[in-house]
């Protein structure tokens, strides 16, 4: 399982568009039985206290 929270949408398309990622994504298939993306607001994930 992986959790990932990232500060807008453009932060997680960046990463999703590094070399490495595109790599990984491209091969991820053959050692899982299912993949599920979920998107969360930021009253659902875990932001730290800016003050």
Do not use: I
Request: hydrophobic share 45%; charged share 25%.
């Amino acid at each position: 399982m992986f959790y990932e929270l990232y500060a807008d949408r453009a932060a997680f398309d960046a990463h999703e568009a590094q070399p490495h990622m595109k790599n990984f994504l491209a091969e991820r298939d053959q050692y899982l039985s299912g993949v599920e993306v979920s998107f969360l607001d930021v009253n659902a994930g875990k932001v730290a206290d800016r003050q």
